[in-house]
Nanobody
Framework: QVQLVESGGGLVQPGGSLRLSCAAS????????MHWYRQAPGKQRELVTA???????NYADSVKGRFTISRDNAKNTVYLQMNNLKPEDTAVYYC???????????????WGQGTQVTVSS
């Protein structure tokens, strides 16, 4: 069974930084796109950033220039470096991965358990 396990959330002051990690474990063949989403209280889940298997990335306008997604394919891990954090970045952050479990198999959607990021003085 494939699992995504997130780490790295916490409480940080405005202007501070955090780095989130999301590692895929279990029996898998390959990972295609990987994403970070977030959901603030009372709001819908929104896409923060995405990265293809080849390393192309895109970002929501609200985080451009402050957040950076990266991935280590050898470790089946995606990272989210968050700098210059603002109170409006407070949310539960979820990673998502499109995973192929066997050669020539279909792609499946997997989600991490979520990690809380709180930006407050």
């Amino acid at each position: 069974q494939v699992q995504l396990v997130e780490s790295g959330g916490g409480l940080v002051q405005p202007g501070g930084s955090l780095r989130l990690s999301c590692a895929a474990s279990g029996s898998l063949y390959s990972i295609n796109a990987m994403h970070w989403y977030r959901q603030a209280p009372g709001k819908q889940r929104e896409l923060v950033t995405a990265m293809t298997a080849g390393g192309s990335a895109n970002y929501a306008d609200s985080v451009k220039g402050r957040f950076t997604i990266s991935r280590d394919n050898a470790k089946n891990t995606v990272y989210l470096q968050m700098n210059n954090l603002k109170p409006e970045d407070t949310a539960v952050y979820y990673c998502n991965a499109k995973i192929v479990r066997v050669p020539m198999g279909r792609e499946y959607d997997y989600w991490g358990q979520g990690t809380q990021v709180t930006v407050s003085s």
